[in-house]
Antibody, heavy 121, light 112 residues
Framework: EVQLLESGGGLVQPGGSLRLSCAAP????????MGWVRQPPGKGLEWVSV????????FYADPVKGRFTISRDQSKNTLYLQMNSLRAEDTALYYC??????????????WGQGTMVVVSS | DIVMTQSPDSLAVSLGERATINCKSS????????????LAWYQQKPGQPPKLLIY???IRESGVPDRFSGSGSGTDFTLTISSLQAEDVAVYYC?????????FGPGTKVDI
């Protein structure tokens, strides 16, 4: 069964950093594109970032470009989102999601339960 | 960025009746090289992550009931629930994956 298990969320002060993790038991993460999507409390979905299955292409939404970095560790079969210079508007539930194929230009077919990030002083 | 709009914002449908949700993109999402529309539909129930229903505008994801169908091409798309069931109460989102950033529509809330 394909599962995605996010962790690493929490309360952080503005300007601080967090690293989100997404473990993928049950499938080989590097065979697929992987992405992050966030949802502020009570609001809609916002695409954040994607990494190709080969790992050689990464893309970001403008609001996080230069502050967030998507990466993965093949040995741990885990996806990461390093978030720096956090702002109040980054407060959201962050979902990890798996692409249907290796191309970043593909639909997200499996989603984790999400990990909550709150940026507040 | 491609802007996705959805209509209506919300709708209430009787059990067994048809529900129709529209999605419009600010530019076309049909890729001429493979003749595919890079458009997906997701369902999100309260307290749950989104669930993929439809991709390539009209392909039903495995395990999704056949009362859900997607149609449209270019810039105009529709999600239809042919006979609404109680478990279909949710917010429905369209998303384009044609251009970075892969934008979502604002969502349509479906109630009984």
């Amino acid at each position: 069964e394909v599962q995605l298990l996010e962790s690493g969320g929490g309360l952080v002060q503005p300007g601080g950093s967090l690293r989100l993790s997404c473990a993928a038991p049950g499938f080989t993460l590097s065979n697929y594109a992987m992405g992050w999507v966030r949802q502020p409390p009570g609001k809609g979905l916002e695409w954040v970032s994607v990494i190709s299955g080969s790992g050689d292409r990464t893309f970001y939404a403008d609001p996080v470009k230069g502050r967030f970095t998507i990466s993965r560790d093949q040995s741990k079969n885990t996806l990461y989102l390093q978030m720096n210079s956090l702002r109040a508007e980054d407060t959201a539930l962050y979902y990890c999601a798996k692409g249907k194929g290796g191309s970043p230009y593909d639909v997200l077919d499996t989603w984790g339960q999400g990990t909550m990030v709150v940026v507040s002083s | 960025d491609i802007v996705m709009t959805q209509s209506p914002d919300s709708l209430a449908v009787s059990l067994g009746e048809r529900a129709t949700i529209n999605c419009k993109s600010s530019q076309g999402v049909l890729y001429s090289s493979n003749n595919e529309n890079y458009l997906a539909w997701y369902q999100q129930k309260p307290g749950q992550p989104p669930k993929l229903l439809i991709y390539w505008a009209s392909i039903r994801e495995s395990g999704v009931p056949d009362r859900f169908s997607g149609s449209g091409s270019g810039t105009d798309f529709t999600l239809t629930i042919s006979s609404l069931q109680a478990e279909d109460v949710a917010v429905y989102y369209c998303q384009q994956y044609y251009n970075i950033p892969f934008t979502f529509g604002p969502g349509t809330k479906v109630d009984i």
